[in-house]
């Protein structure tokens, strides 16, 4: 006992040169990233979004399982003691360091409120289509990127017909005659569409982060 009292007046004392005591703050990283409405360029030049295409992304994006598996890669040795919340155009009131802003410039209004922030850009064509994600962090700096590209192709329709006609002979035998007509096939040009498959790639690589994305003290003292 005596020397538990000892120790503990050595911790509080405050006179020159004694030994002061203090909590050491943890690592903990509290990520928060805003999924943006998406952006889509048509052919013509226009640019609009697609509210399928955003639920299609949010849905996508909710699960940061490799975000976190890449934090923490980065952070090793030390064990990345953070946690990852998402947010999108419904629930972004909600975010703990919300405050009002124009989100039509989101990475702006990440530096602002302090979150990362997800875009989404696709370019549709007659050819082609690419779908590109790019992750910023609350500084506005890139971090994370994927890209996938969806080509059209021509499908080719054979037309023709076969016609079998059974003629009756000379002496009461049958044969039968074949008939074959050929006309030039049919092309289908297939738009390139964007599926649920290509989004869900995208979102895999946008994910796998880059180093600077780690903010620990292992990360901040490479």
């Known amino acids: 006992m005596f020397i538990i009292m000892m ?7 405050k006179p020159d040169g004694a030994i002061v005591v203090a909590e050491e703050r943890s ?10 409405i998406s952006e889509v360029h048509a052919p013509d030049g226009s640019i609009g979004t697609s509210k399928a295409l955003n639920i299609l992304i949010s849905d ?19 064990i990345w003691n953070g946690s990852i919340s998402i947010y999108d155009w419904h629930n972004i009131k909600h975010m703990p360091t919300f405050s009002v802003c ?3 410039d989101a990475v702006s209004c990440g530096i602002q409120n302090g979150h990362w922030t997800l875009r989404t850009v696709v370019l549709v064509g007659e050819k082609y ?3 590109t994600m790019k992750l910023y962090d609350n500084k506005g700096q890139v971090i994370g990127r994927g890209s996938y590209t969806v080509w059209g192709y021509i499908r080719w ?7 079998k006609v059974k003629e009756q002979g000379a002496f ?9 007509e050929m006309w030039p096939p049919e092309i289908e040009e297939i738009p390139p569409l964007i599926h649920p498959f290509h989004i869900g790639q995208v979102s895999y690589n ?5 180093e600077q994305a780690c903010t620990t003290k292992h990360c901040r003292s490479k």
Request: hydrophobic content about 45%.
């Open 7 to 13: 120790f503990m007046a050595l911790a509080f004392a």
């Open 27 to 36: 690592n903990f990283q509290k990520v928060q990233i805003y999924i943006d």
């Open 60 to 78: 996508r994006l909710q699960k940061p399982h490799l975000l976190k598996n890449k934090l923490q890669y980065w952070s090793n040795p030390k």
């Open 102 to 104: 124009n989100y039509s």
């Open 129 to 131: 289509s690419a779908v």
């Open 157 to 163: 329709k054979p037309r023709w017909k076969l016609t």
């Open 172 to 180: 009461g035998a049958t044969a039968t005659r074949e008939i074959f």
């Open 206 to 210: 946008v994910y796998s982060v880059l």
